[in-house]
């Protein structure tokens, strides 16, 4: 780790062997949230069957747009008007919503169509428009198969394309739990395990990281002696208590065979809930149960290493249970309460202002080749309300490039609330701007991306018509980052607003009013591994210079390049 980023404002490091190019293809890391769904609707289409009237190329298969992956998409041949895609859900489902994220080549006509034998369809809603991005939609009624029938493309150079195609139904797994209906038990009680990895690749993964209620510290089973069945992992709750629910965040060394088990001594045990079908992410399991030893007994694995869970929260009424931290109260949008601002209203060369940021000199990361200077010359206002962050060609710290990188590390931090700033883009080959905020526990040891970052803007000089907003976190990060790439008008032409608005449900991404991204809690929970983003964040600014991401510069990327900032503004 450099010194410029142990100061806490440094650049993540992408995945070295993803290339720009390979991102550029990639494009988004998104699952469509369901964010107006009901608590008890359920994903039902993923992994099932799924086909096409039609294909691109055979790296874009119909199979891709349900395969829960979220950087790949199925579209269809160019030019091809109208075509359709389908899933079969294996049997008749009471169908209750579906969620489509399209890439650019949406549909600007298009209807949902449901039929229970592949031959007869009925129109489950009118001709709807698309849009690039997310798109929800209410049905109701009951069908086995779940058809798009596209009938007007948006792109007429290209045909359809679509990153995700969710169904969604009531009552077919087990919904989010109403944190009413019990108590957390299980917080910072004693914890056992039959094994725990203490070495340099997890480092605690003791069995008491189960319990802490730390979305970014795991139990692992041991690398030398734990990778065999069974493994198991108990908590004390410290008095006899009624289990009325259990909630198992897992690594991907998940269990696919295992018991939840109850007992009163720690060496008698009643099962309560038992499965041969664990699928990994997060389990949420309704159970009944008394005891004051809660266990969970693994008895096959997903692949040959342990057994491994973030969180194993144990709910119900009864035993010896520790509060909790409280957290912040969720803002109410649209947030007006102003906690945090810069204008940068002052004279012309002025420095921003130390009181409200910290400067971050140094080497970048990601393959970037500018150096990260202190100096007026790469930040400081221009006299009419703007601040400047201008990468320059000049020599430094052995670098032909310099450019600024400032955050807000030591002076403002904020959990939850809206946001935002005003900025405008430059446009050139290799140019990276950003507007992002990292987790705060980064600045007393927690590497990235154990405590998370938020990219609330990021755009590639190369293609200033299409902008990021990407969330990282232990599992889903760099190229598999989760998050949204979207296409927009010439970004370096005018200021635009780009703002998140955060809280304990999600992070809604916008530009210029508009919703592009929203990064749903339970869906990312259920689909990607933990949340990470319920603490502190701080905000940061920067404009890089090359890298994998944006690529390389060239002799048409201008010097000066500048990036313009009207404000940055934050609201609770």
Same mark, same amino acid.
């Given at each position: 780790?450099?010194?410029?980023?142990?100061?806490?404002?440094?650049?993540?490091?992408?995945?070295?062997?993803?290339?720009?190019?390979?991102?550029?293809?990639?494009?988004?890391?998104? +699952?469509?949230?369901?964010?107006?769904?009901?608590?008890?609707?359920?994903?039902?289409?993923?992994?099932?069957?799924?086909?096409?009237? %039609? =294909?691109?190329?055979?790296?874009?298969?119909? %199979?891709?747009?349900?395969?829960?992956?979220?950087?790949?998409?199925?579209?269809? $041949?160019?030019?091809?008007?109208?075509?359709?895609?389908?899933?079969?859900?294996?049997?008749?489902?009471?169908?209750?919503? =579906?969620?489509?994220?399209?890439?650019?080549?949406? $549909?600007?006509?298009?209807?949902?169509?449901?039929?229970?034998?592949?031959?007869?369809?009925?129109?489950?809603?009118?001709?709807?428009?698309?849009?690039?991005?997310?798109?929800?939609?209410?049905?109701?009624?009951?069908?086995?198969?779940?058809?798009?029938?596209?009938?007007?493309?948006?792109?007429?150079?290209?045909?359809?394309?679509?990153?995700?195609?969710?169904?969604?139904?009531?009552?077919?797994?087990?919904?989010?739990?109403?944190?009413?209906?019990?108590?957390?038990?299980?917080?910072?009680?004693?914890?056992?395990?039959?094994?725990?990895?203490?070495?340099?690749?997890?480092?605690?993964?003791?069995?008491?990281?189960?319990?802490?209620?730390?979305?970014?510290?795991?139990?692992?089973?041991?690398?030398?002696?734990?990778?065999?069945?069974?493994?198991?992992?108990?908590?004390?709750?410290?008095?006899?208590?009624?289990?009325?629910?259990?909630?198992?965040?897992?690594?991907?060394?998940?269990?696919?065979?295992?018991?939840?088990?109850?007992?009163?001594?720690?060496?008698?045990?009643?099962?309560?809930?038992?499965?041969?079908?664990?699928?990994?992410?997060?389990?949420?399991?309704?159970?009944?149960?008394?005891?004051?030893?809660?266990? !969970?007994?693994?008895?096959?694995?997903?692949?040959?290493?342990?057994?491994?869970?973030?969180?194993?929260?144990?709910?119900?009424?009864?035993?010896?249970?520790?509060?909790?931290?409280?957290?912040? /109260?969720?803002?109410?949008?649209?947030?007006?309460?102003?906690?945090?601002?810069?204008?940068?209203?002052?004279?012309?060369?002025?420095?921003?202002?130390?009181?409200?940021?910290?400067?971050?000199?140094?080497?970048?990361?990601?393959?970037?080749?500018?150096?990260?200077?202190?100096?007026?010359?790469?930040?400081?206002?221009?006299?009419?309300?703007?601040?400047?962050?201008?990468?320059?060609?000049?020599?430094?710290?052995?670098?032909?490039?310099?450019?600024?990188? !400032?955050?807000? %590390?030591?002076?403002?931090?904020?959990?939850?609330?809206?946001?935002?700033?005003?900025?405008?883009?430059?446009?050139?080959?290799?140019?990276?701007? $950003?507007?992002?905020? !990292?987790?705060?526990?980064?600045?007393?040891?927690?590497?990235?991306?154990?405590?998370?970052?938020?990219?609330?803007?990021?755009?590639?000089?190369?293609?200033?018509?299409?902008?990021?907003?990407?969330?990282?976190?232990?599992?889903?990060?760099?190229?598999?980052?989760?998050?949204?790439?979207?296409?927009?008008?010439?970004?370096?032409?005018?200021?635009?607003?780009?703002?998140?608005?955060?809280?304990?449900?999600?992070?809604?991404?916008?530009?210029?009013?508009?919703?592009?991204?929203? /990064?749903?809690?339970?869906?990312?929970?259920?689909?990607?591994?933990?949340?990470?983003?319920?603490?502190?964040?701080?905000?940061?600014?920067?404009?890089? =210079?090359?890298?994998?991401?944006?690529?390389?510069?060239?002799?048409?990327?201008?010097?000066?390049?500048?990036?313009?900032?009207?404000?940055?503004? +934050?609201?609770?």
């Amino acid at each position: 780790m450099s010194s410029a980023k142990s100061r806490g404002g440094g650049r993540r490091t992408r995945l070295a062997t993803i290339g720009a190019a390979l991102l550029a293809l990639a494009g988004a890391y998104f +699952v469509a949230t369901p964010g107006s769904a009901s608590a008890a609707e359920a994903i039902v289409s993923q992994g099932k069957p799924t086909t096409a009237s %039609s =294909v691109e190329w055979e790296g874009t298969p119909a %199979s891709a747009a349900t395969d829960g992956n979220t950087g790949t998409r199925w579209s269809s $041949a160019f030019l091809a008007t109208p075509q359709w895609l389908k899933v079969d859900l294996g049997a008749p489902t009471a169908v209750t919503r =579906v969620n489509l994220n399209w890439e650019g080549a949406y $549909a600007s006509a298009f209807t949902v169509q449901f039929s229970t034998n592949d031959s007869t369809w009925t129109d489950a809603t009118a001709t709807l428009s698309g849009n690039a991005g997310a798109q929800s939609i209410t049905v109701s009624g009951t069908a086995r198969y779940v058809r798009l029938n596209l009938t007007q493309r948006a792109l007429p150079a290209y045909g359809y394309s679509l990153w995700e195609f969710q169904v969604y139904a009531n009552g077919t797994t087990t919904p989010p739990p109403d944190p009413g209906t019990g108590t957390l038990l299980s917080y910072n009680k004693p914890a056992f395990a039959s094994t725990e990895q203490n070495d340099v690749n997890c480092n605690p993964c003791t069995a008491n990281k189960a319990f802490d209620l730390d979305p970014a510290t795991r139990w692992a089973t041991s690398s030398t002696n734990g990778w065999v069945d069974p493994g198991w992992i108990y908590v004390d709750l410290g008095a006899t208590a009624q289990i009325s629910r259990v909630e198992l965040q897992w690594d991907p060394a998940y269990a696919t065979a295992y018991k939840i088990q109850v007992s009163p001594n720690a060496t008698t045990w009643t099962d309560i809930y038992s499965t041969t079908t664990g699928h990994g992410f997060k389990e949420v399991l309704n159970v009944t149960g008394t005891g004051r030893y809660v266990r !969970m007994y693994g008895t096959a694995r997903v692949s040959t290493y342990g057994y491994s869970l973030y969180d194993f929260n144990v709910y119900g009424t009864g035993g010896a249970p520790n509060t909790p931290p409280a957290r912040p /109260a969720d803002p109410t949008f649209p947030a007006t309460r102003l906690v945090y601002n810069d204008e940068f209203n002052d004279a012309s060369g002025t420095k921003p202002s130390t009181a409200k940021w910290t400067y971050d000199p140094g080497v970048p990361q990601n393959g970037e080749v500018q150096y990260y200077t202190e100096n007026s010359n790469n930040a400081k206002t221009d006299g009419q309300g703007n601040l400047v962050i201008e990468a320059r060609k000049e020599a430094s710290n052995g670098r032909e490039y310099t450019s600024a990188r !400032m955050n807000t %590390s030591n002076k403002f931090q904020v959990q939850y609330g809206r946001v935002e700033a005003r900025i405008k883009v430059p446009k050139g080959n290799g140019l990276w701007p $950003a507007f992002w905020m !990292m987790g705060a526990d980064f600045l007393t040891g927690r590497p990235w991306p154990y405590n998370g970052e938020v990219d609330i803007m990021e755009v590639l000089g190369r293609n200033t018509s299409e902008a990021y907003s990407t969330l990282h976190a232990p599992q889903y990060n760099g190229a598999g980052g989760y998050g949204q790439k979207y296409a927009t008008v010439d970004l370096s032409q005018d200021f635009h607003v780009w703002a998140a608005e955060w809280d304990s449900k999600g992070i809604k991404f916008l530009l210029d009013g508009n919703q592009v991204f929203y /990064a749903s809690k339970a869906t990312v929970e259920a689909t990607r591994g933990p949340w990470i983003f319920d603490h502190p964040f701080y905000i940061i600014l920067n404009l890089a =210079v090359g890298g994998d991401f944006p690529g390389p510069i060239d002799a048409s990327t201008p010097f000066p390049a500048r990036m313009l900032v009207d404000y940055v503004r +934050v609201y609770q």
